[in-house]
């Protein structure tokens, strides 16, 4: 059976670069992000209670109307919390199903989600990997990268689960604050969680 990983981390922690990182090192990672917004544009349980939640206006054929749909979320944790129970249930069942078609191939395998934690998907994986960065140099580079204002990028923070209370609950920490090198850091998580280290010369 497959060792199962969630990699989180706030916004700017640069998850997404060790979700690659794996990815090149042969780990497969469901990018939850992604499939997320992949299930919202063809999955009709999604898209059926989603237009009972905001009326028919909210997809224009199968596009899903990504404004209208933040307009409800931004900066409302009743509304944010509708649409989770919508989507996250989906999601979760797409994952298990993507874990399997997995297992076979894969000893180790793993699941970006910046929300992991607070989504429910702590149950779904063996460890939970923190990506953590300081809050300075997560803003910058979330505002580089979105071209955002500083503003925006914090209250987008503020809107996330604590970072010390998201390292407090994971069980392996990943620094990636523009100065510790990063690739031995995942080297050493994945020698350390693989049953077959000699795997990663296999592919």
Same mark, same amino acid.
């Given at each position: 059976?497959?060792?199962?990983?969630? =990699?989180?981390?706030?916004?700017?922690?640069?998850?997404?670069?060790? &979700?690659?990182?794996?990815?090149?090192?042969?780990?497969?990672?469901?990018?939850?992000?992604?499939?997320?917004?992949?299930?919202?544009?063809?999955? /009709?349980?999604?898209?059926?209670?989603?237009?009972?939640?905001?009326?028919?206006?909210? $997809?224009?054929? #199968?596009?899903?109307?990504?404004?209208?749909?933040?307009?409800?979320?931004? /900066?409302?944790?009743?509304?944010?919390?509708?649409?989770?129970? =919508?989507?996250?249930?989906?999601?979760?069942?797409?994952?298990?199903?993507?874990?399997? &078609?997995?297992?076979?191939? &894969?000893?180790?395998?793993?699941?970006?989600?910046?929300?992991?934690?607070?989504?429910?998907?702590?149950?779904?994986?063996?460890?939970?990997?923190?990506? $953590?960065?300081?809050?300075?140099?997560?803003?910058?580079?979330?505002?580089?990268?979105? @071209?955002?204002?500083?503003?925006?990028?914090?209250?987008?923070?503020?809107?996330?689960?604590?970072?010390?209370?998201?390292?407090?609950? @994971?069980? =392996?920490?990943?620094?990636?604050?523009?100065?510790?090198?990063?690739?031995?850091?995942?080297?050493?998580?994945?020698?350390?969680?693989?049953?077959? #280290?000699?795997?990663?010369?296999?592919?």
């Amino acid at each position: 059976m497959a060792i199962k990983i969630g =990699i989180t981390g706030g916004i700017g922690s640069g998850k997404s670069v060790v &979700s690659r990182l794996l990815q090149v090192m042969g780990v497969p990672v469901y990018i939850s992000d992604v499939e997320t917004k992949r299930l919202m544009q063809t999955d /009709g349980t999604i898209r059926q209670e989603l237009i009972a939640l905001l009326g028919e206006e909210l $997809y224009d054929g #199968n596009v899903l109307n990504k404004p209208m749909l933040s307009a409800y979320i931004f /900066g409302h944790a009743a509304h944010a919390a509708q649409v989770n129970a =919508i989507v996250h249930p989906r999601v979760k069942e797409d994952y298990r199903r993507w874990v399997k &078609s997995m297992e076979a191939s &894969s000893s180790l395998i793993g699941m970006e989600s910046a929300i992991l934690l607070e989504a429910g998907f702590r149950d779904e994986v063996d460890r939970v990997v923190m990506v $953590y960065a300081p809050r300075e140099v997560r803003i910058t580079r979330a505002v580089r990268r979105d @071209a955002s204002t500083r503003e925006l990028i914090e209250k987008r923070i503020c809107s996330q689960m604590d970072e010390e209370e998201k390292r407090r609950l @994971a069980d =392996i920490i990943i620094v990636n604050d523009g100065e510790t090198p990063l690739i031995p850091q995942v080297l050493t998580l994945i020698s350390s969680l693989s049953e077959n #280290n000699d795997y990663l010369c296999a592919r």
